[in-house]
């Protein structure tokens, strides 16, 4: 037995910006846009969806205070923004962090309790506000998951708030949208997305339909990654590079995750490491751990990988890691062995409980002192 939840509507390709605006006139005529500081301003693309949302006459406002790993203050800002200007619908535009954040804002603004006692494990009881989601990345899936990865930065910690309340009504996915990231953001969300289909088509809640998205992803993204982070304008490489990660994220949406990012997670809370960045340092040492016992399953992935043997998956992915500019370790970021225990003890979570072999704290502890 298994349950597939995806958004009612999800629209793929390039140009399909332009839908969106038919899209959001459906859920009323004041919408939240919720974005990033300064990335979507720069390229252009906050200036059209606004213009485009107004002369099908929306109202429009603009919550653009979005940082990388989105805390539970701006999340409360944005909610509170939200009850103030009556918004009938949000739309999140940007990579996962504005998604996350706008998902969790059009969740909650018609709650009672705070975003930290959600955070917390609070349960949303009930529907909130529309949500529309427009990726600019391509890499995190956030445009059609039911779960909301925010930060706690007092205490430190890093999980998600889930709701199937959470689902985007509509996905828009327009490969066009990537063309403006640079080579590093590029790299990083993509090794994100690859990351989520391995782990997905090996994860202890994989189920058929998952596994042929998952494995589908591997092969766009194993192979067309290192000429988008190349050539960025390549909109045909990037066209590919979109559909394996929005295969990606429908497959781990529905089947979990595993140890790379049970890990990811207080490594992007305490040392504020890029999440991607983080998943791809890890992917290969994890995987070699997992190996003994999804075999048959490393097997097929040696195959879109164009490899001979399930144990040539770790070094085909450390390879891949060269073709696009990333380092096998994380020694910048100062992690020190101190730190390692507390990592590791935050480390279990929904995603870790979905791995193929339960890892224990010694197996996690050597895997962390081996990238710093």
Same mark, same amino acid.
């Given at each position: ?6 958004? /009612? ?46 002369? #099908? ?25 939200? @009850?103030?200007?009556?918004? +009938? ?22 709650? #009672? ?19 529309? =989601?427009?990726?600019?990345? =391509? ?6 998951? @039911? ?20 689902? +985007?009504?509509?996905? $828009? $996915? ?25 782990? +997905? ?6 189920? /058929? ?13 194993? %192979? ?11 909109? %045909? ?23 790379? %990012? ?7 809370? %305490? ?22 016992? #999804?075999?048959?399953?490393?097997? !097929? ?16 992915? @450390? ?12 020694? !910048? ?29 010694? !197996?996690? +502890?050597?895997?962390?002192? @081996? $990238?710093?």
């Amino acid at each position: 037995m298994f349950t597939l939840t995806y958004p /009612p509507k999800i629209i793929f390709g390039c140009g399909t910006l332009n839908q969106l605006k038919e899209e959001a006139i459906n859920f009323g005529g004041n919408a939240l846009l919720v974005t990033g500081r300064s990335a979507m301003r720069k390229a252009g693309i906050l200036t059209k969806v606004v213009n485009d949302l107004n002369l #099908r006459g929306i109202k429009v406002d603009v919550f653009d205070k979005v940082e990388h790993d989105p805390s539970l203050t701006t999340v409360n800002e944005g909610i509170n923004f939200a @009850r103030k200007q009556n918004s +009938s619908v949000i739309i999140g535009l940007g990579g996962g962090s504005s998604l996350d954040t706008a998902k969790t804002i059009a969740c909650l603004a018609p709650q #009672r309790g705070t975003v930290w006692e959600y955070h917390l494990g609070k349960t949303i009881k009930g529907p909130g506000l529309p949500f529309l =989601a427009v990726p600019t990345t =391509a890499g995190t899936g956030a445009e059609i998951t @039911r779960n909301a990865v925010l930060t706690d930065k007092k205490k430190k910690i890093k999980k998600s708030i889930r709701s199937f309340h959470m689902i +985007s009504k509509v996905a $828009v $996915v327009d490969p066009e949208l990537t063309l403006s990231c640079p080579p590093s953001v590029t790299a990083h969300s993509g090794m994100d997305a690859l990351t989520q289909a391995i782990e +997905s088509f090996i994860s202890k809640d994989c189920n /058929p339909i998952t596994d042929t998205l998952a494995l589908r992803a591997i092969d766009l993204l194993f %192979h067309n990654l290192p000429q988008a982070v190349e050539n960025g304008k390549d909109v %045909h490489t990037r066209e590919k590079v979109a559909l394996g990660s929005l295969l990606s994220a429908m497959a781990f949406s529905n089947s979990g995750l595993g140890a790379v %990012h049970g890990l990811s997670h207080p490594l992007g809370a %305490h040392f504020d490491i890029p999440h991607g960045l983080a998943c791809a340092v890890l992917l290969p040492l994890i995987l070699e751990l997992n190996l003994e016992v #999804r075999k048959d399953k490393f097997q !097929e992935i040696a195959k879109k990988m164009e490899v001979k043997r399930a144990k040539d998956v770790p070094g085909a992915v @450390r390879e891949l890691l060269k073709k696009v500019g990333i380092s096998s370790s994380l020694r !910048e970021w100062k992690i020190e062995k101190k730190d390692i225990s507390l990592l590791v003890a935050q480390s279990k979570g929904s995603s870790m409980s979905k791995n193929p072999r339960d890892l224990t704290d010694a !197996e996690l +502890s050597r895997v962390l002192e @081996r $990238v710093i």
